[in-house]
């Protein structure tokens, strides 16, 4: 079970470069939506603090 884990993982020896073709996309997309809510939760607190 472990050993059949172990061998999708490496996928025959390029499971490293299969890997990070995966992370760094998904790393950039959810890095992208976090500064986008952290700029929107500024701009909504920028916008509450003028009405008041």
Known sequence: MI????????MDGNGFYIWISYFI???????????????LNKILKKIKKNEL
């Open 3 to 10: 050993q059949n884990i172990l061998d999708f993982i490496s």
């Open 25 to 39: 996309p998904l790393t950039l997309f959810f890095s992208l939506v976090l500064v986008r809510k952290i700029k």
